[in-house]
């Protein structure tokens, strides 16, 4: 599973394998489906693509890190999240969630 993200340059890209939990770098893999060359970037250099409703999302920090679900609503900055395998819906901020490549 892939997390999208905009690189600087406005690619598309996707998070192929996280390095350093300390500065948050990772393998980036370029393009819409993440068959283009890799690099390695640090969080600053990258964007998170928030999700839309209905879309899967992956949250990026906090608690939940790493939890996989549905953005089922958004309130203001806060997003209703449905968590992956469960009945179970979260308040989750908008800021932490980072949208699943299809």
Partial sequence: MTV??????????N????????????R??????????ELIA?????EVVWPTKNEKLKIMNGS??????KLIGVDGSVG????????????VDMVILGK???
């Fill in 4 to 13: 999208n993200f905009v690189a600087p340059l406005l690619c598309s890209a």
């Fill in 100 to 102: 699943v490549a299809a």
């Fill in 28 to 37: 980036v893999a370029l393009g819409s489906q993440g068959n283009g060359d």
């Fill in 42 to 46: 640090t969080a600053n250099e990258l």
């Fill in 64 to 69: 939940m890190r790493g939890v996989t679900g």
């Fill in 80 to 91: 209703i999240v449905r968590v992956e395998g469960s009945l179970d819906a979260k308040i």
């Fill in 15 to 26: 998070i192929a394998e996280n390095l350093d939990s300390q500065d948050g770098s990772c």
